[in-house]
């Protein structure tokens, strides 16, 4: 990918992005994790007159938030041989790219 983005003259701020972690985003460790979740809870809890708690089943269903974009319906495998189309987008806060073949998602990365 980087490569690509070189050929194309298009250069990433390393100061900004992050690469290869092997880490994600777990409820509760991190501050800055913690803040973000529990702004946008707070934000949706306007809406309703319903006290947030988190329960067994928010915990079941954030997980499966979490596994949902790396199961088999969602990622295919690459075919020798076809042409690939990536897509990059680069903000402030994070870097997003999208290998696609055929117009379908072979492999996704973003931070």
Request: charged letters at 25%.
């Amino acid at each position: 990918m980087l490569q690509t983005l070189r050929d194309k003259q298009l250069f990433a701020k390393f100061s900004k992005c992050e690469f290869w972690l092997l880490r994600g985003w777990i409820f509760g460790t991190y501050c800055f994790s913690r803040r973000s979740f529990l702004g946008l809870a707070g934000y949706y809890r306007r809406f309703k007159d319903v006290k947030f708690e988190w329960s067994k089943k928010c915990q079941q269903s954030f997980e499966q938030l979490k596994a949902l974009p790396t199961e088999v319906p969602i990622l295919v495998q690459r075919k020798s041989g076809k042409e690939f189309v990536i897509f990059s987008d680069a903000s402030l806060n994070g870097l997003g790219c999208v290998l696609m073949q055929e117009s379908k998602v072979i492999a996704y990365a973003s931070r």
